[in-house]
Nanobody, 127 residues
């Protein structure tokens, strides 16, 4: 069982930066692949980026490639995955969710293959 808590959301101007964190409880965090998704009002949930259990492999949506960076710290004292958001755009406005996949090797865009979800954190980008 993994519990996920996102933080770091807020209001940022276009072109600015923001770093989201997702803190995980549970002793097996390092075994899980992790992903970030987002959902804007009136739109479907959208995959943003995923990272393998080791952090050695990542997969980005085209819409954020080159602007966002995912990383993770598997040290038990941290158990956190990060999303560094640079050069943000108004279209990045959404609620951002982190998710954990018990299959440590799946970190793709199919949300139904993730087993645990956080409550989300709001990111608003002003133009």
């Amino acid at each position: 069982q993994v519990q996920l808590v996102e933080s770091g959301g807020g209001l940022v101007q276009a072109g600015g930066s923001l770093r989201l964190s997702c803190a995980a409880s549970g002793r097996t965090f390092s075994a899980y692949a992790m992903g970030w998704f987002r959902q804007a009002p009136g739109k479907e949930r959208e995959f943003v980026v995923g990272i393998s259990w080791s952090g050695g492999s990542t997969y980005y949506a085209d819409s954020v490639k080159g602007r966002f960076t995912i990383s993770r710290d598997n040290a038990r004292i941290k158990n956190t995955v990060y999303l560094q958001m640079n050069s943000v755009k108004p279209e990045d406005t959404a609620v951002y969710y982190c998710a954990a996949s018990a299959s440590g090797t799946y970190y793709g865009g199919s949300y139904y293959l993730y087993d645990y979800w956080g409550q989300g954190t709001q990111v608003t980008v002003s133009s």
